[in-house]
Structure formats: structure tokens, C-alpha cells
């Protein structure tokens, strides 16, 4: 007899996101990954900043073993509703906050390439 899924809306998903009460969505499935968060071998902050969003590229792009993702079944609680609109202003935060976690994740190598940039232009009027 088939499994009855639970639907769940990505605003639901979105407000379990803290260590203790931890749930991603990936693929249309939703995963409550509380209890693995100390396991995780990439560590609990990078499951922990793919809550509240469709986690789906961010887990491809981390290349998860078929071990991983048969794993992961056994942390699976529903699946997201695709019937509830998403508005575009939904769909803007999602991408700005996007943008705004890699601004931070990535900030060094602008702040570095200017700070060389400062260094070699000061060493060069230097000489002159």
C-alpha cells in the first residue's frame, strides 16, 4: 500500500531553521534533518544556510554520493506543495537573499585584490 505524503508549503518549511528544529527542501521533498546536523560531514552551517529555500541546487552542486541521497530517504517527512502560489515578491527576496549570501560568502577576493592593489600602487609612487 502506498505511503500517503504529507504536503508542506516552502513558508512552512522555512520556519524550521534553526539547529534544533532544522528542515530542507530538495527535489519537491521535504527533509527534517534535525537529528543529522552533528553528523553532516560538511558540517551543520552549510545545511543550516539551505533552510527556508528550495536547498535543491546547493545540494547537486555539492556532489552527494548515492550513499548520501539514500540517507537523506530516511529523513524525508513529506513533500513541498507546488499548488500554493508563489508571488514574485516571494521570488525577488528569494533571489536577493541569494545574492546577499554570496556577497558575504565571497567578499575577500574584492577586498584582497584592492587591498594588493593599494600596496603595489604605494610601493610604486614610492619609488618615483
Given at each position: 500500500?502506498?505511503?500517503?505524503?504529507?504536503?508542506?508549503?516552502?513558508?512552512?518549511?522555512?520556519?524550521?531553521?534553526?539547529?534544533?528544529?532544522?528542515?530542507?527542501?530538495?527535489?519537491?521533498?521535504?527533509?527534517?534533518?534535525?537529528?543529522?546536523?552533528?553528523?553532516?560531514?560538511?558540517?551543520?552551517?552549510?545545511?543550516?544556510?539551505?533552510?527556508?529555500?528550495?536547498?535543491?541546487?546547493?545540494f547537486?552542486?555539492?556532489?552527494?554520493?548515492?550513499?548520501?541521497?539514500?540517507?537523506?530517504?530516511?529523513?524525508?517527512i513529506?513533500?513541498?506543495?507546488?499548488?500554493?502560489?508563489?508571488?514574485?515578491?516571494?521570488?525577488?527576496?528569494?533571489?536577493?537573499?541569494?545574492?546577499?549570501?554570496?556577497?558575504?560568502?565571497?567578499?575577500?577576493?574584492?577586498?584582497?585584490?584592492?587591498?594588493?592593489?593599494?600596496?603595489?600602487?604605494?610601493?610604486?609612487?614610492?619609488?618615483?
Open positions: 500500500m502506498p505511503t500517503i505524503s504529507k504536503l508542506y508549503t516552502m513558508q512552512e518549511a522555512s520556519q524550521h531553521n534553526t539547529k534544533n528544529d532544522c528542515w530542507v527542501v530538495i527535489d519537491g521533498k521535504v527533509y527534517d534533518v534535525s537529528l543529522y546536523l552533528d553528523d553532516h560531514p560538511g558540517g551543520d552551517e552549510v545545511v543550516l544556510v539551505a533552510t527556508g529555500k528550495d536547498a535543491t541546487d546547493e547537486e552542486d555539492a556532489g552527494h554520493s548515492k550513499d548520501a541521497r539514500e540517507l537523506m530517504e530516511k529523513f524525508c513529506g513533500e513541498l506543495d507546488d499548488t500554493s502560489p508563489v508571488s514574485s515578491n516571494s521570488q525577488a527576496a528569494v533571489s536577493s537573499e541569494k545574492f546577499l549570501q554570496l556577497a558575504k560568502q565571497y567578499w575577500t577576493v574584492p577586498v584582497a585584490v584592492l587591498g594588493i592593489s593599494l600596496v603595489v600602487g604605494f610601493l610604486y609612487l614610492r619609488k618615483k
